[in-house]
């Protein structure tokens, strides 16, 4: 049982220093200044709340293993980047569930493997999740916010040098920023790290991936978090 799962249980008594800093730190790391966030519903999807995404709502969803995401752009500039890899629905819609463990091991993992190893050689840091369902998020985050197609330009050429920019054929990279210009106030939002799908029931997580290793089985990491 991972420690975000404990909060679930009857009974039990959460560390609140802990609680506190994990909120804290989740909330400086990736809600920016946008005003706005995203909620996820009992059905799996999702509905805009137009209000900031403070660490009291982090910490809310923390407790009630609740499943909220940030927006990403705010005054045209970005504090976060992200890279969601994941299987696509053509290849989910007709494997079983074997494959589809076999395409996450043996086809994803060493994808993202390659981002990983140019991250290093470029020594940036970067989080690694489990995004709880059949994907892997990895992000960058900044000390201040950049501008949106700096980022945008950023991403391209991380997946241009890491050999990832081409037809990955059941793999599907989706860009956050996904382009450098946009109409939308906010852009796109991304669920939290150790939310709780509410579809699903499944927990995302961070994963501490030691320099040099090579990713193995995300459920390996759960305990992790």
């Known amino acids: ?19 506190d800093e994990v909120a804290g730190r989740l909330r400086r790391l990736f809600a920016g200044t946008a005003r706005a966030y995203i909620l996820q519903q009992p059905d799996g999807s999702y ?11 982090v910490k809310h969803m923390l ?15 970005v504090a976060w980047m992200c890279l969601d890899f994941d299987i696509t629905k053509l290849a989910l819609d007709s494997a079983g569930q074997a494959q589809k463990q076999a395409i996450l091991h043996d086809r994803l993992l060493p ?14 840091p970067h989080l690694v999740e489990f995004s709880g369902n059949r994907g892997i998020h ?19 050429a991380l997946l241009d040098s890491a050999g990832l920019s081409g037809d990955l ?12 210009e946009s109409s939308s106030r906010y852009g796109n939002a991304v669920k939290l790290p150790l ?18 290793a090579r990713l193995s089985k995300p459920e390996s990491y759960s305990s992790l978090s």
């Open 111 to 124: 994808l993202v493997d390659q981002l990983l190893q140019r991250l290093r050689a470029l020594a940036i």
């Open 47 to 57: 509905r805009t709340v137009r209000r900031r995404l403070t660490s009291n709502v």
């Open 195 to 212: 939310a709780c799908n509410q579809k699903s029931k499944h927990f995302s997580y961070l994963m501490a991936v030691p320099e040099g």
């Open 63 to 77: 407790l009630t293993a609740g499943s909220v995401g940030a927006y990403q752009v705010s005054n045209g500039r």
């Open 138 to 156: 990895v992000w960058v985050t900044f000390d201040r916010p950049v501008g949106r197609a700096t980022a945008h330009q950023m991403l391209s």
């Open 169 to 180: 054929g059941d793999i599907h990279v989706d860009r956050f920023p996904p382009n450098a």
């Open 1 to 19: 049982m991972t420690s975000v799962e404990s909060l679930k249980v009857r009974g039990h008594r959460p560390d609140v220093g802990l609680l």
